[in-house]
């Protein structure tokens, strides 16, 4: 139990082009989904917590309208990069926290899209 | 918000060896204390978590140990083996603010040789 999937696994734009990476939870319910960017040997950055039915609270420095994050569902979450420039090529990986689990903040990782902005 | 250092950034053991990773937070709330093992492009997964009423926790191989009042939390790897070879997170966590978010380490990378 508890798999989250991302699509695609690998993406690769051009310049100026906009970008969708879905996350899904495929066994439970998220209401809480986060959103990280990895660059080549750094760790994880928080860029942005993505709740079911409401806005995305962003961390600071990432820009909103760059990155759209959409929660339509409680097992899904999207993440747009729009108008990609080459500096956006990163590591992008979501994690969900089962809903209804109290205070234990177990979270389940996807297993991360690549993206190459060229 | 929490301050995260990890120490080594990188380790090399020979198989067999311990290994042992320092995780040191600035947020005396803190409650929650996971490590997480990120294989080369994989996911991070939880390999081992401590609350804060505990002061060790141990699971095969691998052992949390957690003092709190030095703010700093060790991950103890025994027997190590080529597949332990992985990069480890700490994300040091306090569970009360309600914030579900993962403020990571900066991660050490640890190679086991054969």
């Known amino acids: 139990g508890a798999v989250v999937s991302q699509h695609p696994s690998r993406v690769i734009c051009k310049s100026g082009t906009s970008v969708k990476i879905e996350c899904r939870s495929l066994d439970f319910q998220a209401t809480t989904m986060f959103w990280y960017r990895q660059f080549p040997k750094q760790s994880l950055m928080l860029m942005a917590t993505?709740?079911?039915?409401?806005?995305?609270?962003?961390e600071q420095g990432v820009e909103k309208d760059k990155f759209l994050i959409n929660h339509a569902s409680l097992t899904l979450s999207t993440l747009t990069v729009t108008s990609a420039h080459p500096e956006d090529s990163s590591f992008y990986i979501c994690?969900?926290?089962?809903?209804?689990?109290?205070?234990?903040?177990?979270?389940?990782f996807g297993p991360g899209t690549r993206l190459t902005v060229l | 918000g929490e301050n995260v250092e990890q120490h080594p950034s990188t380790l090399s053991v020979q198989e067999g060896d311990s290994a042992v990773i320092k995780c040191t937070y600035s947020?005396?709330?803190?409650?929650?204390f996971p490590w997480y093992k990120q294989e080369l492009g994989k996911r991070p997964q939880l390999i081992i978590d401590?609350?804060?009423?505990?002061g060790e926790k141990k699971d095969q191989r691998i052992a949390v140990t957690l003092n709190k009042t030095a703010k700093h939390f060790s991950l103890h790897i025994t027997e190590t083996q080529p597949e332990d070879s992985a990069v480890y997170f700490c994300?040091?966590?306090?569970?009360?603010?309600?914030?579900?978010?993962?403020?990571f380490g900066s991660g050490t990378r640890l190679q086991v040789q054969p």
């Open positions: 994690s969900a926290r089962p809903r209804g689990r109290g205070t234990y903040n177990e979270q389940f």
């Open positions: 994300a040091p966590q306090d569970l009360d603010t309600g914030r579900r978010a993962l403020t």
């Open positions: 993505s709740n079911e039915g409401s806005k995305a609270t962003y």
């Open positions: 401590i609350r804060s009423n505990v």
């Open positions: 947020d005396s709330a803190s409650n929650y």
